[in-house]
C-alpha cells in the first residue's frame, strides 16, 4: 500500500502506532496542513454520503443497504443522505468481531475504547467511535451485524473467483452479513451491499486463505 | 471454475487431456449438441471481433492494440474488423513461453503442433492453432511478442492491487508485453491492453507468487 500510495504522489510519515499517528497528525495540523480525519468530521461524512445518493440515483428501489463501519464516518453520511428521503430503506451496518467498536458501544450505550483490534479487518479496526457518528448509527441505522473473521475471508475469495475484483475484509464483510439475512429477503428486496475498500495484497490473500480453516460459502 | 460453472448451469464432462476432450466434443456434436470451438470457427472469431468494435467506438484514435493468443480465434475476429476500417493501428499478438504455439507457426511458415504446455498461461495452451488464425495473424498482426511466465505474473499482481481486478495470466502477459514497449511508445499513442480472462483462483495466485522468483514490475 505504500508503494501505491507513494505512487500516487503522497509524503508518508510512519508512527508506532494509532495513537502517536493522531498526535503527529495533530502536530502537522498545527503546522498548517489540513487534517482529513478518517470519520470523526461531518464534511468527510457528507461527502461519503454522496455515495448513498448516487445508489438512490442508480436503483431507487433499494430496500436494503448493508454498509460497513470502523469509526462511523462512511455509515453516518449515506444514512443522512439515504434516510432524508427514503427512510424505509433497511439499513444495516456491519462490522468484524474484533473491530466492532460501533456494536460494543451502542449495546453500553456509550462510547468504548477497543484495547486492540484482533480482526484482520484493520480498515475498520477504528479503536473508538466519536460522538458524532454513535449519535446517527442510533438514530439512523437499524440493525448492526458483527461478522466473524472466517466469514469474511469466505465472501472476500467469492467477490474476487465470482466478479473478479479485489476487495478488503472491510468490505467483504458486508456481503458475509448480508448472507446472515438470506432467510429474510422478500422476493421485491432490492439489496445494496457497498464495497468500500480493496487494500489488501496477494500476499494478504495468502496469508489470510492459508491461515484460517476457510468456511466454503454455501450456494 | 467447475463449481463457477455448474453454478451457471452447465453440465460438465471431464476427460484426462485435450485430445480426447475434442474427440469427446465430436461424440456429442454427432449426438445432436452444437460445438463451441475454442477458437477454430469464423462464426466464433466473428463473434470476438465485436471486441475489436466496441474498442473503435470507445476510443476512435486508439494506436496500439495487445491482444493475447491461444489458438487465435479472439486475435483473428480483432484484427479483421480492426484492421477494416483503422489498418494503421498496430496489432500486437502476445503469447507466453511454453504456450507458443502461434508464434512458432509464424516463424515456422507452418502450423507447429506443441508437445506440451509448459507456461502456467493454460487458457492460452492450445496445442496447435488452425489453418484459419495462422493466416489471419500472417496477415493482419504486426508483431508477435512472447513473454515469460515471471513477468506475466508480475503484471497480474500489479493489475490485481492496483486497479483491483482479478485477470488470469493468459491476459495479464498482454501487460508484460507493452511493458517491453514502453521506450517505442509516442506521445500521441493511445495504447489497449486487452484484458479477456479471469480464471484465476486464490489457491492459484498464492501458487504462482511463491513459486516464482518474483519480479517486482519497475515504476
Redesign the interface.
Known amino acids: 500500500y505504500l508503494d501505491?500510495t507513494r505512487?500516487y504522489g503522497a509524503e508518508i510519515v510512519l508512527t508506532d502506532d494509532i495513537q502517536s499517528a493522531f498526535e503527529k497528525a495533530d502536530e502537522l495540523q498545527r503546522a498548517g496542513l489540513a487534517l482529513v480525519h478518517p470519520f470523526d468530521d461531518m464534511a468527510v461524512a457528507a461527502g461519503q454520503g454522496t455515495v448513498g445518493l448516487e445508489i438512490l440515483q442508480d436503483l431507487p428501489g433499494v430496500t436494503r443497504l448493508y454498509v460497513s463501519i470502523g469509526g462511523g464516518g462512511l455509515i453516518a453520511g449515506m444514512a443522512t443522505a439515504v434516510k432524508a428521503s427514503h427512510p424505509h430503506v433497511h439499513l444495516v451496518g456491519v462490522e468484524t468481531r474484533g473491530a466492532d467498536v460501533m456494536a460494543q458501544s451502542v449495546a453500553a450505550g456509550r462510547l468504548i475504547k477497543l484495547a486492540e483490534i484482533t480482526s484482520i479487518a484493520r480498515t475498520l479496526g477504528a479503536p473508538m467511535a466519536s460522538p458524532m457518528t454513535l449519535d446517527h448509527v442510533r438514530r439512523l441505522v437499524d440493525d448492526l451485524v458483527v461478522v466473524d473473521d472466517d466469514e469474511t475471508i469466505a465472501a472476500m475469495?467469492h467477490i474476487?473467483?465470482?466478479t473478479?475484483?479485489?476487495?478488503e475484509p472491510a468490505a467483504a464483510c458486508c456481503l458475509a452479513a448480508a448472507r446472515r439475512h438470506v432467510a429474510e429477503f422478500q422476493p421485491h428486496d432490492q439489496i445494496v451491499i457497498l464495497m468500500c475498500g480493496?487494500n489488501a495484497?496477494?500476499?494478504d490473500?495468502?496469508k489470510w486463505?492459508?491461515s484460517k480453516s476457510r468456511n466454503e460459502l454455501p450456494?
Open positions: 501505491a505512487g475469495v474476487l473467483e465470482r473478479k475484483t479485489l476487495v480493496g495484497s496477494v500476499a490473500l495468502a486463505t492459508n450456494e
